[in-house]
């Protein structure tokens, strides 16, 4: 196993239109997260997968965002009508159980700037 | 809501000294776990150290450790004998336990350089 993949990993994109991103969770882990990390802030939590189910959101996930986790495996976030404030890199994490335990496994993340 | 402060945004060592990043904690919960994430420049983020709240002995992981107040709640890291890998971000961050997401809370993090 690699770890976490991140496709892709920069995106430029207009403003208005779509971009969706995946996340690759080492196989056995069963939470998988997407936090957002601006330009000299540390990462912020956007949701939280355990299995296929989300199970949390944050309030910074509009509803021009969404998640999938389908069958438990791979995780796409998409964000409709980009902004130029949506800027920013995208971090998935994964963990296995109770992550706190053995820690979380970063990918390199997706840099994304709207122009 | 929990918060997290690192007060140091930059800070530098020479090669084979020793430092220390402050963080500073807010929360009203008793079982959490705190950590400690390195992320060097365009390279992910990877776990440097981790303590359970509920453990009176700071953790520690080879070169580096920690001192952890829980009374004072705060939580800083020493790294010693410093080499040129060690440079990057360091963030504080911090997770409450028991049910639930464990969703990470960071800090904005401190850019440590080692100079050669």
């Known amino acids: 196993d690699t770890g ?3 496709d892709p990993r920069h995106k430029i994109t207009k403003r208005g239109q779509n971009v969706t991103f995946r996340c690759d969770p080492i196989s056995e882990h069963n939470r998988l997260y997407w936090y957002r990390q601006t330009l000299g802030q540390g990462p912020e939590f956007l949701t ?11 309030r910074l996930l509009s509803d021009r965002f969404s998640a999938e986790r389908p069958k438990g495996s791979f995780s796409t976030l998409e964000i409709q009508r980009t ?3 949506d800027s920013a890199m995208y971090l998935c994490a994964s963990s296995l159980g109770a992550g706190a335990i053995g820690g979380y496994t970063f990918g390199s993340g997706t840099r994304l700037t709207v122009v | 809501a929990q918060t997290v402060t690192q007060s140091q945004p930059e800070m530098s060592v020479q090669e084979a000294e020793t430092v220390t990043l402050s963080c500073t904690y807010d929360t009203s919960e ?3 776990y705190l950590f400690w994430y390195k992320q060097p420049p365009s390279r992910q983020m990877i776990l440097v150290i981790r303590q359970e709240a509920y453990k009176q002995q700071n953790a520690t992981e080879n070169r580096f450790s920690v001192n952890f107040q829980k009374a004072a709640k705060s939580f800083s890291l020493k790294i010693s004998d410093s080499q040129l890998g060690d440079t990057a971000m360091y963030f504080c961050a911090f997770a409450i336990s028991g049910a639930g997401s ?8 401190t850019k440590l350089s080692v100079i050669p």
């Open chain 2, 102 to 109: 464990y969703q990470l809370t960071f800090g904005k993090g």
């Open chain 2, 30 to 32: 008793n079982n959490y």
């Open chain 1, 4 to 6: 976490v993949s991140q």
């Open chain 1, 48 to 58: 939280y997968f355990q299995n296929e189910a989300q199970l949390e959101k944050s």
């Open chain 1, 83 to 85: 902004e130029q404030g």
